[in-house]
């Protein structure tokens, strides 16, 4: 058992230095014995859980779990007239401390390749989803619309951070 569990530490130790280094010289000039050494780990040890892409990939749904989890504590928790403003602070959150998986996220967005495309048309379907559901059952009017916004409002918060002008949100 202490081999199994070793051995999924390593796996995350894994996914988390590839969020690093590939949030900070991006996927294409990112190469896995850079993350190997970001782990501390040999590369040939990477190749035994994943190749590049699926490394990609499963950085991915890491990032985009954590979003999905930090909104459906506040969905389970916040009163309707509350919900909006905690689920953005919620993910203001996340930007603060998992400004990486921000930064992955923003530059998968613009990779071609099937499995990354698909990894994020899952974790952006999956968060729209999640606060739909969440409007709709807080009474919301054009829930539609409104998840719309908070989405367009997300992804203009992951532009003013990564640019550094956080001058280009407007104070709530």
């Known amino acids: 058992m202490a081999r199994a569990s070793t ?11 590839a969020i690093e280094v590939f949030a900070e010289i991006g996927y294409y000039r990112a190469t896995t014995a850079q993350v190997a050494g970001r782990a501390a780990i040999s590369q040939p040890y990477v190749y035994r859980f994943f190749t590049k892409e699926s490394l990609l990939v499963e950085s991915l749904a890491v990032s985009w779990e954590r979003i999905v989890k930090a909104f459906q504590a506040v969905i389970e928790s916040a009163s309707p007239e509350n919900l909006e403003l905690g689920l953005i602070q919620a993910y203001e959150g996340i930007v603060q401390s998992h400004r990486s998986e921000i930064l992955l996220q923003m530059q998968a967005q613009t990779i071609q390749e099937a499995p990354i495309r698909e990894a994020m048309q899952q974790g952006m379907n999956d968060v729209k989803n999640l606060v739909e559901n969440a409007f709709v059952r807080a009474g919301f009017e054009d829930a539609d619309k409104k998840t719309s916004d908070f989405l367009a409002r997300g992804m203009l918060c992951n532009v003013a951070m990564a640019m550094e002008m956080p001058n280009m949100m407007p104070i709530r």
Do not use: E
């Open 7 to 17: 051995s999924a530490n390593r796996r995350n130790d894994i996914v988390a230095a």
